[in-house]
């Protein structure tokens, strides 16, 4: 965020110099024109959802037998993405895949020692808002407690469970909702898989 803040001020301040006649570059330049600006920086492209191989990580445990599926998710877990992650992952770099119908048990805890977090199942979306009003999850009952709020989502050191039911396939994410955070990559993959698959892709 700092970045575009920089570069939109460069921006400003070369336009405030040129209209208050700061620094006459024609006379510098024998006459001829100063050239433009450079304009300011692009942002960052969304990363793709992973796509990689299938695996069970120590994380996920899949009960073909009860039809379950149960997913330790942590926020913060690791510095990545300044902790604002899901077991060290970020924007989109893993996607949970769970089997149409199974019943899912999120175990969400923070790790984030400044920060709080929450989460929530959202359709899959290449881009995602700074700012979520009225947030309906996917499915029933998939999204964290106060989700949106900075003071009382899941705070530092707590934790909570959320289940829901994977009623539909299609391809979601798991995002945290709380102002800017999925903006700037708190968000991974999930996708409930018509032909049976589950495990994590990277």
Known sequence: MKRFVSSGFAALFSFA?????????????????????APAAAPPAAAAPAGGALSTPDWMTVDAGARTVTIDLVAGSTDANNRWNYNG??????????????????NFSNSDPA???????????????????GVTPA????????????????GPSESETV?????????????CVIPAHAATGMWIGFQVSAGGEA????
Request: proline letters at 7%.
């Open 163 to 175: 289940s829901f039911t994977a009623g539909a396939a299609g391809d979601y994410a798991l995002v």
């Open 199 to 202: 495990g994590v892709r990277m």
């Open 17 to 37: 110099m040129t209209a208050c006649g700061g620094g006459d570059s024609s006379a510098d330049n024998g006459g001829a024109p100063a050239p433009a600006p």
């Open 115 to 133: 920060n709080f977090h929450s989460v929530a199942v959202l359709p899959a979306a290449a881009t995602f808002p700074v700012m979520f009003e």
């Open 139 to 154: 499915f029933a009952g998939a999204m964290s407690g106060d989700a949106t709020s900075m003071t009382e989502a899941t």
């Open 89 to 106: 992952h970020a924007n989109g770099a893993a996607t949970v895949v769970v089997p149409t119908g199974y019943a899912v048990t999120i």
